[in-house]
Structure formats: C-alpha cells, structure tokens
C-alpha cells in the first residue's frame, strides 16, 4: 500500500563521523522523498483504508511533517485534507503543506492545542481524525522502516531513534524486539521536551506546561497513554539531549555526510556526543527521519563555519 518512493531508503556507514563520535555509525536516511521525512509510510496507509470509504475528508493536527505527508498521500487519493497547526511551526512546512493542497488552519497556540482543534473538527464535521501515533496505520508505516534495517548487513547492535509522539520508536521498536531482539533500542529526546521520556521512566504516563526546543517535530506535552505502553514493551532506554548537542549533531551531519538536517534528525547523533564512552565499540544505526528546515533558522543555528572534531 505503500508508494515505493518511500520503501527501501538508503542505509550506509558513514566512516567521516565515526572519529568524531568514538564508534561504527549507520545512517537510515529517510528524507530522500518527496515530502522529506518517514511520515508518508504512515499516512499511505491511513490514506489506503480510506480509499473505499464514502467520506472522502480527512483531518490531521500536525507540527509540520505529518501534515506534509497526509496532504501528499491524500492528493493522490482524492481524499480532502485539513490540516491544524501551530501558527508558531516551522513556515517552511506551513508552506509545503498548503503546496501539496491541503487546508491548513492555524491556531495561536502550540501542538497541544492544534491537537484538540483537529478533535473538534473531526467531531464536528463527522470526518476522519488522524492522530499521529495513536492511530496503528502511523505506526506500522514506521514498523516498515525496522524491517528494512533487519534485512541490512552488516548487523548492528544499537539503533538510536527520534522520540516525539511515539510513533517511529514504537514502530521500529517492536520490529527489532520480534526480529532482532539483541539490538538495544534507544530513543531520544530533547531535555526542553521530555514529557514522553518522563512518562518511560516512571512508568506512568507525565504531561509538562511548556516545551523549549529547536527540535519541533518531537515537542510534544501530553504523551497518549496506549502509546506509552507499547513503548513500554520495546524500549532499551529513553535519554534527554541538551539544545547545544542537538546543534552540534546537526553540523556534523552537515560537515560528514553533506545531510541537511531538521533538529529532530540530529538526536541520535546528539546522544552520542553526550555519551561517548556508553557508544564506544558498538555499531550503531541513528534513522535520520527528517530534513525539513526553515533555511534561514539553520543558518542562525549552524552557522557557517566547520565543525572541527577531536
């Protein structure tokens, strides 16, 4: 069901990080597509189901990406979709996502409220929600990406994954945990945004006020509590990554492997440099699950100078 321009995505070592990060690192990237992120795998399925359906509308609350990616799947389904955002989100997606011809509502406040504003739409119209990570079709396109890392040689033994809404982690994670049981899974998310890590290390799901991070596409404040408990069963650890190495991780992909990353590409790498000594050795895979960037907010972060490591 899913378009191939999205399957089978590049994976290779990449040896110009590896002395900078002190181990074997494997790129999954999975911007080579048109809507330059994982996000279409979900929503060709979402997009799939409806095909037979009399209703034809569908609505999503998106930080960008998903949005992207529902407008591109819906497009080519004829389904009508809306999508509600934060007035606040990155203007490069705001712009692609009315480019793939999708309506777009924005709403003065962040993700939590784009969120309930998609729920009261959906109620109100009697149409389609689509609730990234909670609905199972977001989350078994992100199992496709698993499946495609276990059929790779050679094998790792740790995969570091962008935590947000849960969809990738949970996805890919019960993936590994059926297929390849020894790779440690890992997810990753930034210390201005940690609701969802919170939530896995107490075992109980933990909401914050506010976010503050670069990293949009993962700052999330009320985690769902059926993901949680999938991510529960699958997850090895979750860690925090400060604001400093999400940049760094972004400039060495930029210097290493000419990738021009979103900030929520750069956590796994982010996870690395804080932690050296617990990756030394090991063969580690990050999936690089987005490259949607305002230009001029990745200049001001990068800037234009080398990254030199030791």
């Given at each position: ?92 997606k705001l712009d692609r ?28 119209d009697g149409i389609r ?179 030199h490591t030791p």
């Open positions: 069901m899913i378009d191939p321009v999205f399957l089978d995505t590049p994976m290779y070592r990449c040896e110009a990080l590896e002395p900078g990060l002190g181990c074997t690192v494997s790129i999954k990237l999975e911007t080579a597509n048109p809507v330059r992120s994982f996000k279409a795998r979900g929503t060709e399925l979402v997009a799939g189901m409806l095909a037979g359906h009399a209703s034809r509308a569908v609505v999503c609350a998106s930080a960008g990406n998903l949005g992207q990616a529902l407008a591109w799947s819906g497009r080519g389904r004829g389904l009508d979709v809306t999508v509600v955002a934060s007035r606040f989100a990155t203007r490069a996502i009315r480019a793939w011809g999708a309506g777009l509502e924005l709403v003065d406040g962040d993700h939590e409220m784009a969120r309930e504003r998609a729920a009261a739409i959906a109620r109100c929600l689509v609730e990234d990570s909670l609905d199972i079709e977001t989350c078994e396109g992100a199992a496709t990406i698993g499946l495609e890392l276990v059929d790779t040689e050679p094998s790792f033994d740790t995969v570091l994954i962008a935590l947000g809404g849960g969809a990738l982690a949970t996805g890919v994670g019960h993936v590994m945990k059926a297929l390849a049981p020894a790779v440690e899974v890992i997810c990753v998310q930034p210390l201005g945004a940690p609701a969802l890590t919170h939530s896995w290390r107490g075992r109980r799901v933990v909401t914050t006020d506010s976010t503050d991070t670069i990293a949009d596409g993962v700052a999330g404040r009320r985690p769902i509590p059926a993901v949680l408990d999938d991510l529960l069963l699958v997850a090895d650890d979750a860690v925090l990554v400060q604001e400093a190495s999400i940049i760094a991780g972004m400039r060495m992909l930029l210097d290493h492997a000419g990738l021009v990353v979103e900030p929520s590409a750069a956590l796994g790498i982010a996870a690395i440099l804080e932690d050296r000594d617990r990756f030394a050795g090991r063969h580690v895979v990050t999936i690089v699950c987005g490259s949607n960037v305002d230009v001029d907010a990745y200049h001001r972060w990068v800037g234009a100078a080398p990254l």
